[in-house]
């Protein structure tokens, strides 16, 4: 996430689990409850993933509250992570904007991010892959861009 200028690398949590109740529940903190109802419904469409008979809790660490758009792809691959019970690579940063089509939106100060995972020791990157112009030509962070939202299911769970 950005705080006026400056990129501040923030732990996302999911848990998904089939509900006990007639209706599921999504429930988060840290993060607009709209905001994730909107990707659930995104990585049902569009990507497939059976959400509606599952509880969904979403949690951002240490108590901060995001409302940055570039959240939305770790949001929804750590919602996706937990569905297909396979960990994210903890050495991948992610970021993105999520469109309702799946596709994977630009956002502000991509050198700046990708200095910041790489100062923290970050080794991988996915990324709007409309933002691979703008990439410096001296990092050492494996950058990969991903133009949808099914690009970057594919590419963090490869392997």
């Keep these: 996430s950005i705080e006026g200028t ?26 607009d409850s709209n905001r994730i109802a909107l990707l659930v419904a995104v990585l049902e469409k569009v990507v497939g993933l059976f959400l509606q008979a599952q509880d969904i809790f979403v949690n951002v660490v240490g108590g901060v509250k ?29 970021f993105g904007e999520v469109g309702l089509a799946g596709e994977i939106r630009t956002v502000p100060y ?4 990708l ?18 112009k703008r990439l410096p030509s001296n990092i050492t962070i494996q950058a990969i861009g991903v133009a949808s939202l099914a690009d970057a299911i594919e590419v963090a769970f490869e392997g």
């Design 115 to 132: 200095r910041e995972a790489e100062k923290l020791g970050f080794t991988r990157c996915l990324f709007p892959a409309s933002s691979q």
């Design 6 to 31: 400056r990129p501040i690398l923030i732990e996302l949590q999911a848990l998904v689990t089939p509900t006990n109740l007639g209706t599921s529940r999504r429930m988060t903190k840290g993060v």
């Design 66 to 94: 995001l409302d940055e758009p570039a959240v939305d792809l770790g949001l929804a691959l750590a919602i996706a992570s937990s569905f297909k019970n396979v960990p994210l690579d903890q050495q991948t940063v992610i």
């Design 110 to 113: 991509i050198e700046q991010r």
